[in-house]
C-alpha cells in the first residue's frame, strides 16, 4: 500500500473550500426556510433531505480544512 503525505493547500484552495462552506450554508438556509413556509408536504420533505445532505457537505468540507491546518503555514505569505 502507497503512503500518501499531505501537503499544504494553496490560497487558492483554501478560498475555493471557504466559498464552498459559505455557499452550502446559504442553500442549508433557503432549504430551511422553504421547508418552514411551503404547505406541501413532499416539498417539505425534499427540503429536509437536502438539509441534511448540505449539511453533511460543510461537514466534510470543515474536516478538510481541519485536516489540513496543521500544515498550513504559520504566517502569511
Known sequence: MQSTQMQALSGKELEYIADSISNEDLLLKQCA???ATTQN????????????NHTKHMTELTQ???QHQQYAPTSPQ
Do not use: D, P
Not at 41 to 52: D, E, F, K
Open 41 to 52: 408536504q413532499q416539498v417539505r420533505q425534499i427540503c429536509m433531505q437536502h438539509m441534511q
Open 64 to 66: 478538510l480544512i481541519q
Open 33 to 35: 426556510a422553504t421547508a
